[in-house]
């Protein structure tokens, strides 16, 4: 069964950064397409950035610089590291990946950055 789990969130001032991390079982992460999204209260969840599964990147236009997703093959996870942080990034950080058509979800974690 594949399951992805996200950790890492918390409370940050402006201008921080912190780490997010997503481990993953029953699935090779490197062999699948991989992404973070987050969702902010009373909006969509939103493509924050991504792994293709031919291991290229895209990242939102509002974390280009900013953000960067990255992996670790042997260890099976991925990461986002941001830095520079904004209160409106503030929201709910979700890992997710695809399997044989099925998108397997993290229950998330919370990222708050204060003013």
């Known amino acids: 069964q594949v399951q992805v789990v996200e950790s890492g969130g918390g409370l940050v001032q402006a201008g921080g950064s912190l780490r997010l991390s997503c481990a993953a079982s029953g699935i090779i992460l490197s062999l699948h397409s991989m992404g973070w999204y987050r969702q902010a209260p009373g909006k969509q969840r939103e493509l924050v950035a991504n792994?293709?599964?031919?291991?290229?990147?895209q990242y939102a236009t509002s974390v280009k610089g900013r953000f960067t997703i990255s992996r670790d093959n042997a260890k099976n996870m991925v990461y986002l590291q941001m830095n520079s942080l904004k209160p409106e990034d503030t929201a709910v950080y979700y890992c997710n990946t695809e399997f044989l058509g099925e998108l397997f979800w993290g229950q998330g974690t919370q990222v708050t950055v204060s003013s």
């Open positions: 792994f293709s599964s031919d291991g290229s990147t």
